[in-house]
């Protein structure tokens, strides 16, 4: 068995703590895939092309917000046993998808102005992504069930 492999196993699956860890990788790859795409638009090489409504950009935190709500809806689904395991995973995929966009977008948030364009590389969402991935790492390495 590899290295990886043994983490896994030892951290993650006998501790019961997948739901945790799919949110993270989900949530590191998400914010990683929004920033190279919004890398390459201001390159002049859009991969994909704005999501304009009536003149008006929807930025990705939009789609954070409403994978947050469904992934909050879902935590509702349990049967009699507690969790289905695919529902669990499948929620902490949206969850981790959610916050990834949220926390992209964060520095935007915090700079943009009615009449003034956001700075989307301000070092906030960094920030915010450094304290986010600490909480995973707590969770996952650090918390007793």
Known sequence: MDFLTKIYLRYILKQGKEAPFFSFLLFLLTILTSRLIVMWVEAGRPLLKFFMVYDYHIHHFYLGIFL??????????????????????????????????????????????????????????YYLMALLSGVFIYILFFKKK
């Open 68 to 125: 947050l709500i469904v992934s909050s809806c879902l935590s509702l689904a349990r049967n009699e046993n507690g969790w289905v395991r695919e529902v669990k995973i499948l929620n902490s995929i949206l969850f981790g998808v959610g916050l990834g966009f949220i926390t992209d977008e964060f520095s935007l948030l915090l700079t943009m102005e009615f009449d003034v364009k956001g700075d989307y590389w301000a070092p906030h969402s």
